[in-house]
């Protein structure tokens, strides 16, 4: 089982819709959670931390479910700028408790 | 604040040569990361390092690469030996003493 795990998709959406995508990773003392964006041939760059208590930024919403180690991205009201591959991105704690785990990441298209 | 600068961006090695990597990570971050990234996959951390010191590189390889971060200067990555499997992306990422880390554009290495 892969330690952090996604749907690769693609998921293709038109403009205007709401998209969610999920994460589950596999090492239940993980101790912090973010959501990174991947465009084609780019650097990971940081979209949101994902907090306990669910947090919301703009038209994203993160929430982690410790109990169920999941964790979820919604995008409301997706623009064309929002394609790119979504990273579900765990610090599991281990060894210097500093190194990143990424998914495989969730590839998003937002059509005109 | 100029992000995490990375150089050269691309690279091309033939076969039993060696590859060097160079990062400057943000200013103030004194933490920084080597992350690899093979062709459609995920990234995957390979060492952790602050100045003048390794202090996880448990996603090295055993053989032919290594990592420093002096005292004065960029981190760099090196790999001697290269064969076609080193071929991929490597990105550096820093950070503060929080736990977020922010991305380079990355090295694209191929070997011929």
């Known amino acids: 089982r892969k330690e952090v795990e996604q749907d690769p998709g693609p998921f293709n959406v038109p403009e205007g819709a709401t998209v969610a995508f999920n994460c589950t990773y596999s090492?239940?003392?993980?101790?912090?959670f973010f959501w990174y964006r991947q465009d084609c041939r780019k650097e990971p760059k940081l979209l949101m931390s994902?907090?306990?208590s669910g947090n919301e930024d703009g038209r994203f919403t993160a929430q982690l479910n410790r109990a169920s180690q999941y964790i979820s991205l919604l995008i409301r009201d997706s623009k064309l700028s929002d394609s790119a591959t979504y990273l579900c991105v765990v610090n599991m704690g281990g060894g210097s408790a500093r190194q990143l785990t990424f998914g495989s990441g969730t590839q998003l298209t937002v059509l005109p | 604040n100029a992000g995490v600068m990375q150089n050269p961006r691309h690279l091309v090695r033939r076969r039993g040569q060696e590859a060097r990597l160079r990062c400057s990570p943000m200013?103030?971050?004194?933490?920084v990361y080597w992350y690899r990234q093979l062709p459609e996959e995920g990234l995957k951390f390979m060492v952790y390092l602050q100045k003048e010191n390794i202090i996880d590189e448990s996603g090295m390889p055993k053989e032919r690469f290594s990592a420093e971060f002096p005292k004065e200067g960029p981190s760099i990555l090196r790999i001697q030996q290269v064969v076609r499997g080193d071929s991929a992306a490597y990105f550096c990422?820093?950070?503060?003493?929080?736990?977020?880390?922010?991305f380079g554009p990355g090295t694209r290495l191929t070997v011929l």
């Open positions: 990422a820093s950070s503060p003493r929080l736990n977020e880390q922010f």
């Open positions: 200013k103030g971050h004194s933490h």
């Open positions: 090492n239940s003392a993980s101790q912090s």
């Open positions: 994902v907090y306990s």
